[in-house]
């Protein structure tokens, strides 16, 4: 009989790997806006130090952890190198833009990662569907290792749910870039962020019926499959 080990060997789950996205998300909105209207700082000054937050928390999280999260790894790159550039220029639009790089950065880390046949968007999904259940993560290596049947439907399922995201992503960044030097500026700091929280949205909606769905009852197939192939115990006599 298989004890649980407890978190040992716990895989991250969905939401550890969105994690970064939704902290992003949240902390340069509500810190802007304290920054600007409570501390009185320029709009600026309150973009700067708002952008700051998840920079550092990101940092934090990779000393931390000691985990190598693709998804916190780019944001952080993008948010240190856009963060330098705008203290240069000096100027609150650029830093708005800078958003819109991080998504772009992101959505194309996706596509590129499907392009190379390891799709970024399968570690916040895989965790989802296999629900820690032995025998779902057994039939999904079959699954992605080409042994199963259904092997070749999986994957690329498993390609479309990462081109969904990253074509949600890339789309979002043409919009809040374009946005980012059209809309006044503190309008566009809380639309920026719906029009994010739009194209996860989507990418959860759309992923979820085209690849995550499918996926799942694949997985469940292969799931019989393999109980089926298994030998039926002697019976004593």
């Known amino acids: 009989m298989t004890k649980n080990t407890g978190n ?21 909105l509500g810190s802007y806006y304290l920054f600007k209207d409570a501390f009185g700082m320029s709009t600026f000054a309150a973009l700067a130090w708002s952008s ?5 928390r990101t940092v934090w999280g990779l ?42 950065t992101v959505a194309i880390g996706i596509l590129v990662s499907v392009r190379l046949g390891k799709p970024m968007m399968t570690a916040g999904m895989k965790p989802f569907l296999v629900k820690g259940d032995v025998a779902k993560e057994a039939a999904w290596e079959r699954l992605v290792s080409g042994a199963a049947a259904g092997s070749a439907a999986f994957r690329s399922k498993e390609r479309a749910f990462s081109v969904v995201w990253g074509l949600a992503l890339l789309t979002e960044c043409l919009v809040r870039a374009v ?25 959860f909606v759309v992923g979820g019926g085209l690849a995550a769905g499918p996926m799942e ?3 469940e197939a292969e799931v019989e499959a393999g109980r089926a192939q298994q030998p039926t115990p002697a019976v004593a006599a």
């Open 8 to 28: 040992q060997d716990r895989q991250p789950s969905a939401f550890d790997n969105f994690k970064p996205l939704l902290i992003d998300v949240a902390v340069p």
């Open 52 to 56: 700051v937050v998840p920079a550092v």
């Open 63 to 104: 000393l931390k952890e000691r985990t190598t999260n693709a998804l916190a790894g780019l944001i952080l790159v993008v948010n240190v190198v856009s963060l330098l550039l705008s203290f240069v220029s000096g100027d609150p639009r650029l830093m708005l833009a800078k958003d819109s790089a991080v998504s772009s």
């Open 179 to 203: 946005g980012a030097y059209t809309v006044p500026v503190d309008t566009m700091v809380w639309l920026g962020t719906v029009i994010l929280i739009g194209a996860m949205a989507i990418g």
């Open 217 to 219: 009852r694949m997985l």
